[in-house]
């Protein structure tokens, strides 16, 4: 039976292990201590512009990457997250599960969705204020 999760070596793998890397505290002193180390150089180079440049370079190419980077990371986790979601829907007794995978549908259909669900929860504070309970799914 294959291995759910399995990143192996290719683009996903390498993203998850560069971001796990990059989110470590170490990673940012790291970091930090780059950004020490050149300014400290800067009078030995009487703050040139190839000084600056080097800097400004280096900022660019790693932000750059990272960029790629940390949206493939909210791709995946986004991803997991509305799949747990679909899960909670489809489990729960009640739920509708029309509002399964949800976040494919178009514009309009979740217009549609939302007007109904403000809809509900407008009819729930109503009724909450005249002291009922809100606690029911009204469709049942």
């Given amino acids: 039976m294959a291995r759910l999760g399995r990143t192996g070596l290719g683009y996903a793998g390498l993203a998850k292990a560069v971001s796990r890397y990059c989110g470590r505290p170490s990673t940012f002193l790291l970091a ?3 950004i020490v180390i050149w300014i400290i150089t800067g009078p030995l180079f009487g703050f040139s512009d190839t000084w600056q440049l080097v800097i ?3 900022t660019t190419i790693v932000t750059f ?3 790629f980077l940390i949206q493939n990371t909210q791709n995946r986790d986004t991803q997991a997250i509305q799949l747990k979601l679909d899960e909670l829907i489809r489990a729960t007794t009640g739920a509708h599960n ?5 976040e494919e549908l178009d ?3 979740l217009e549609s969705f939302r007007r109904r669900y403000e809809a509900l929860a407008r009819t729930a ?3 909450r204020l005249a002291g009922g309970i809100d606690t029911d799914s009204p469709e049942a």
């Fill in 98 to 102: 029309a509002l399964l995978d949800l």
């Fill in 56 to 58: 400004n370079t280096g």
């Fill in 125 to 127: 504070r109503d009724l």
């Fill in 65 to 67: 990457l990272m960029v």
């Fill in 107 to 109: 514009e309009r259909a």
């Fill in 32 to 34: 930090c201590g780059v």
